[in-house]
């Protein structure tokens, strides 16, 4: 879920939380600037979770994982990523009967500009790279800001339900699944 700033979002990450219980939250955009100064409120909210961030003024993301869900050991950090995508990835190790599963959680740069689209190869890269070091399922939740054209953020392309979704661009593959 793109919250556009954890200050403003509040209200509605309440509501969300209260009404459907997730097991698993991804909050992307979320605008927390350091892992020390995240909002007092977010504390009791969270509750039931743990949970991890990755701050960013502009960027960051939060992922959380409802402690009801039953894992063989504990969830746990994969990496801090580089300054370079500081604040738009965050992957979490899970280990549960059968292979560990990695869950991404991700917010890529919007804009349609050269540097938007390198640092959106860089992220790609970096999962692949996470995915491909250790045998896991990778899902990977969070706004990929994709585009239908390279340099058309707003496309005007509407689909329907029963129509099979158009290529989305890409410079090249993003990630490799395995299973």
């Not at 402690?67 to 801090?80: E, G, M, P």
């Not at 339900?161 to 158009?166: A, H, V």
């Amino acid at each position: 879920m793109n919250v556009k700033g954890m200050y403003k979002s509040k209200d509605d990450l309440n509501a969300l939380i209260e009404h459907h219980d997730p097991d698993i939250i991804s909050f992307t955009e979320t605008r927390i600037t350091s892992n020390i100064d995240p909002p007092a409120w977010l504390y009791p909210l969270l509750k039931e979770y743990s949970w991890w961030q990755c701050p960013h003024h502009s960027a960051g993301t939060l992922f959380c994982l409802h402690k009801n869900i039953v894992l063989t050991t504990q969830a746990t950090l994969v990496q801090n990523t580089p300054h370079t995508i500081k604040g738009r990835l965050l992957a979490v190790r899970l280990e549960i009967s059968g292979p560990p599963i990695k869950l991404f959680s991700t917010y890529w740069p919007s804009q349609d500009s050269t540097s938007a689209l390198q640092q959106r190869d860089k992220l790609a890269f970096k999962i692949n790279q996470v995915i491909n070091s250790q045998r896991c399922i990778p899902i990977i939740l969070g706004d990929m800001n994709a585009t239908f054209k390279e340099n058309d953020r707003s496309s005007h392309i509407f689909l329907s339900k029963r129509c099979p979704l158009p290529k989305i661009h890409t410079r090249r593959p993003s990630c490799t699944y395995r299973s």
